[in-house]
């Protein structure tokens, strides 16, 4: 670690006069076992690392990586981004982040105990999963993969502008792609476990996830079309709002490229919404000491009883918004240069359990899966429409499943129609935590 | 023009490290090298907002033994490096094996399907900066509407080496250069979005091919189109698709579910139906790495087999899945070209390269002018499958309605969805036009550049997910 540091302050510390230099030093470490019908399918042991540079000049940036620690090849990136940068348009706005004086929280997301896990041991996990899915339910068919996974990653990150940071943290994982069949219908299920450590993987968690989400959807059939209330689970509300978050980017309101420009300070929801960001909660899987920039991350309240109150910035757009970075800078590695995004959303919850909400609901759609998020959501124009398998409501309770169908609506008008949330908070392995949300007046397609 | 560079490691080094990638009794194992280089431009709002530089080296090995495959990789192409890898990779071997082998390979030449005639490395940055200045010059010329341009411009230079304990030594120099703008157009409705992509597996002649402010146009004209557009319908309707990118209809209806990787686990919808009837009898479907110039092509696969053309479906008969090495090595057969990996740190599986319908007989005005109510879906953008169950649903981003035989309204951006099998055999007309369109398709975690392409087509009833009623 210290060396990934000293790396980054040498490449930083070639700055001329004039020049604002950042160097984003990374290395992981990884091991993934996949095994299939009780043989090891693959074993894969890795470490990569790499060196991202940044150099502004008079408020132009230019940007290089090269893939590996070699420092004559990071000084090589250096000089690739000096050149580049030559050639961006110059904006008064483009500069690197300067330490902020917010203090850094403590967090510990490091699993010593992890490098210390054989080999054997992970595979045996895996080899478990893969036994308990098959032999739990006389309706799996087959287990596609069973996978286990860890890593271990460090970011060092040191500036000409007075950033020195550094984070680590381990990761964990435990996942199985099962298959249900009864006669001709055919559905499949991934049921997982994760944690920052092999201690915290719940193997039964794994196996009762997978063959749940494989097995409960058989015999579903299309529906007829309808309006409806429809009430999503706690792993869909999470992909919601993570959603959501992109387009609370300061960057792409400021670029005009988001529903929700110009509406700070506006009503944008039911009162009862609550939506916070806040990577400095360890729970949360996205929890980080400091941004992708090295600034010390924070809280930041975006929606406060339905009334929209910030959107998250990094430097730039901060600065092109005529204020600061809320430290939510976020970047895909060393290949690429920081972007704006939440890493732990969270909605305020409610006080009903899942259970009690269906109750509330009484006839509806329990939304179980969504697909095509990607192609299906807008968030310029805020147009909605996913995917979606699930459950009908009848008379407050689950009936009978149903499949083939999308649910659509639009950003604006599900924030407005919300009905209840629950109080079940999970935290998902994806940048939001999960809850039950019942949202009304949903268009379903189906036959 | 064409810049020769010294092989990425001498073939003695790799024979060395193969030899000690089986020394602990693996049965095959393979070596794969890559250096890639790549340039982007960005401009947003009229500014150059970043020009970035890439470098990615390194060299993955795996070793199989029986159903076991042992993976590691390096940036560290040093011989030393490369041995440390080979024996991280033999480690799945159980210990005792013969030890050290030797291994003799011959180098072969596959010639590349596309030409490139300048490479991108030898256009100066200011040239790349300024075909993005005239995208967005002639984006904003089409309609005051037109609020925001973003344009992108990549590049990259892949030199792929392939070697393995058969005795393959197999090279590729692939060249990828594109084009994109993505508009957003603001009205009284609110703001819309258009997107459109130009790229190829050639050199910077792609803009002596390719007009810049055409594919401005294009995108800005998708988003112009949908300032009026009303909600797409809820509910089954006939749907005719344009040629071009319908052909991510294919991808994901039925092109997944063809990967052996899928079949041989009976995780797909098409398992056990070869020589059956699977689709409507107009459908010929197509997986050929080898289209000139296409997103898709190479010379050879990431595991050195040379691509080729395969037939998958033939006038609606199954008649073969794709394959890579090892799948097809479990069959007794060979691989049909279609192991690819997005990087040195993958291991291969089995993928698309372009994946396309052919054309049939039907004149594309006709198909329209024959239905009588339904969506005219003139641009896809991406989609997904569960390749188990073939469901599957994919996004329009550019769409009409048809009334009485005419498109007629513009309608606003909603999901399609399906079932693979079931869309298949619902396709009633086929165009004799044809398009092609690039992308990215990811696989479990892995993502790599394929080509899509389709005639314009008619699907019987597919279910489109809007909000107004059908």
């Known amino acids: ?447 | 023009m064409a810049q020769v560079e010294a092989p990425l490691i001498e073939p003695a080094v790799v024979e060395r490290a193969l030899g000690r990638a089986l020394g602990r009794g693996g049965e095959f194992a393979e070596i794969f090298v890559e250096d890639r280089r790549s340039t982007g431009v960005s401009l947003d709002n009229r500014k150059v907002e970043e020009v970035s530089s890439g470098r990615d080296r390194g060299a993955g090995i795996r070793v199989v033994v029986g159903d076991t495959t042992g993976f590691a990789h390096t940036a560290d192409l040093s011989e030393s490096g490369l041995l440390a890898a080979a024996e991280a990779a033999a480690a799945v071997a159980r210990s005792g094996g013969p030890g050290v082998r030797e291994i003799a390979l011959e180098g072969r030449s596959v010639p590349s399907p596309s030409s490139v005639e300048i490479y991108p490395e030898t256009i100066t940055k200011t040239a790349k900066v300024e075909l993005l200045l005239r995208a967005d010059e002639a984006a904003r010329a089409s309609g005051a509407a037109i609020v925001q341009v973003s344009a992108g411009y990549g590049d990259s230079r892949r030199r792929i080496m392939v070697a393995n304990s058969d005795g393959l030594l197999s090279f590729d120099d692939q060249v990828r250069t594109r084009l994109s703008v993505m508009c957003v157009a603001s009205g009284d409705t609110g703001m819309q979005t258009g997107y459109e992509t130009a790229a190829f597996t050639i050199g910077f002649e792609l803009f002596d091919k390719v007009s810049v402010e055409e594919t401005a146009q294009i995108a800005a004209h998708r988003a112009l189109s949908k300032l009026a557009a009303r909600p797409a319908p809820s509910g089954v309707v006939p749907v005719v698709i344009k040629s071009g990118t319908g052909g991510i209809l294919f991808h994901e209806a039925c092109g997944h579910g063809l990967e052996a990787d899928h079949i041989v686990k009976d995780a797909s919808a098409y398992r056990g139906l070869l020589g059956e009837l699977v689709a409507s009898p107009l459908v010929t479907l197509v997986d050929d790495g080898t289209v000139s110039d296409e997103w898709g092509s190479t010379a050879i696969d990431d595991e050195g087999k040379p691509t080729q053309r395969n037939v998958l479906i033939e006038n609606g008969i199954l008649t073969d899945y794709m394959w890579d090495f090892l799948r097809a090595r479990k069959q007794g057969r060979v691989s049909s070209g279609n192991g690819r990996r997005q990087s040195y740190q993958h291991l291969p599986m089995v993928r698309m390269t372009n994946t396309y319908l052919l054309a049939g007989q039907d004149d594309p005005e006709e198909i329209v002018a024959q239905t009588d109510r339904g969506v005219y879906v003139a641009h896809l953008g991406g989609g997904q499958v569960n390749t188990a169950t073939g469901d599957f649903v994919f996004g329009m981003t550019e769409a009409y309605l048809i009334e009485d035989g005419k498109i007629t309204e513009p309608l606003r951006d909603a999901n399609l969805i399906g079932n693979g099998p079931d869309v298949l055999r619902k396709i009633d007309a086929v165009g004799n036009d044809f398009g092609m369109c690039p992308g990215t398709c990811g696989k479990d975690g892995q993502s790599v550049p394929v080509g899509c392409g389709q005639p314009t087509l008619r699907v019987t009833g597919v279910t489109v997910g809007g909000t107004a009623d059908a």
């Open chain 1, 1 to 447: 670690m210290p060396e990934l540091l000293e790396l980054a302050e040498r490449i930083a510390g070639a700055a001329r006069p004039g020049e604002q230099v950042e160097a984003y030093v990374s290395r992981e470490r990884e091991t993934d076992v996949r095994v299939y019908r009780g043989e090891i399918e693959t074993l894969s042991t890795a470490e990569s690392a790499g060196v991202g540079v940044r150099v502004v000049i008079k408020g132009r940036q230019g940007f290089a990586y090269v893939g590996d620690l070699d420092e004559a090849r990071a000084r090589e990136a250096l000089e690739e981004a000096r050149d580049n940068a030559s050639f961006a348009t110059p904006d008064e706005h483009v500069g690197l982040a300067v330490p902020d004086g917010h203090a850094v929280t403590t967090l510990d997301l490091w699993d010593d105990a992890l490098s210390e896990v054989s080999t054997a041991e992970k595979v045996e996990l895996a080899m478990a999963l893969e036994r308990l899915v098959r032999e739990g339910d006389g309706r799996i068919r087959e287990v596609v993969s069973t996978d286990y996974g860890d890593g271990q990653g460090e970011v060092a990150i040191a500036s000409s502008a007075g950033i020195s940071s550094t984070t680590r943290q381990t990761s964990c994982y435990l996942s199985a792609d099962a298959v249900a069949g009864e006669g001709d219908d055919t559905q499949t299920g991934v049921g997982y476990s994760v944690g920052r450590g092999f201690s915290d993987i719940d193997l039964a968690v794994a196996a009762h996830d997978a063959i749940d989400r494989a097995t409960r959807l058989l015999g579903a059939k299309k529906p007829n079309s309808a309006r409806l209330n429809v009430v999503f689970d706690r792993r869909v509300t999470a992909t919601l709002l993570s959603v959501l978050a992109r387009t609370l980017s300061g960057e792409d309101v400021a670029k005009g490229r988001s529903l929700f420009a110009g509406r700070l300070g506006e009503e944008v929801g039911n009162t009862a919404l609550v939506l916070v960001d806040d990577p400095t909660n360890a729970l949360a899987y996205g929890a980080a000491a400091v941004d992708a920039e090295g600034l010390a991350c924070r809280r930041n309240v975006l929606i406060e009883n339905g009334r929209l109150v910030s959107y998250l910035y990094d430097t730039y757009s901060g600065r092109l918004a005529g204020t600061s970075s809320t430290a939510s800078a976020v970047r895909g590695g060393f290949k690429s240069t920081p972007g704006v995004g939440a890493r732990a959303l969270s909605l305020q919850p409610g006080d009903l359990d899942q259970a009690a909400i269906l109750e509330f609901i009484g006839e509806g759609l329990f939304v179980q899966e969504i697909s095509g998020v990607h192609s299906g959501v807008n968030g310029v124009s805020g147009d909605f429409s996913v995917g979606a398998e699930g459950v009908m409501i009848r008379d407050g309770r689950l009936a009978e499943p149903v499949r083939e169908i999308t649910i659509a609506s639009t950003i604006q008008r599900m924030l407005q129609h919300v009905l209840a949330i629950g109080n079940d908070v999970e935290w998902l392995p994806s940048a939001a935590a999960g809850l039950t949300l019942a949202i009304g007046d949903v268009a379903m397609s189906g036959e």
